[in-house]
């Protein structure tokens, strides 16, 4: 029941709803600064790809979104689409990478 109240408090308080938009905005703006960079069209899998491969990348996202470890950038980023686990490109690289240099 109080998890129920939480919700209902979280869902009409003014503050959460400008951060969730604010943030939704600037994940939205990152995704779309590292295909400027990169000068590629790329979907969310490709992107999560370059944080993996990209020290500079994640830490430019630990400031715009206000995160604090490496782990904190990829959760933000399965949070948004649950899904990325199953992109094959993203397990391939994992499997070829195994001592990834995360900061946890």
């Not at 990152?30 to 960079?37: A, D, G, K, P």
Request: aromatic share 14%; glycine share 0%.
């Amino acid at each position: 029941m109080s998890i129920h109240i939480e919700s209902m408090i979280s869902s009409t308080n003014p503050a959460d709803q400008a951060y969730e938009k604010e943030y939704g905005d600037m994940f939205l703006r990152f995704c779309s600064f590292v295909c400027i960079v990169k000068n590629k069209k790329m979907n969310l899998p490709n992107i999560f790809l370059w944080m993996l491969k990209d020290e500079q990348l994640r830490d430019v996202f630990k400031s715009l979104c206000d995160v604090e470890t490496d782990y904190d950038v990829l959760n933000c980023f399965l949070k948004y689409d649950p899904n990325l686990y199953r992109s094959k490109y993203i397990r391939n690289y994992l499997i070829a990478n195994p001592d990834l240099n995360l900061k946890w």
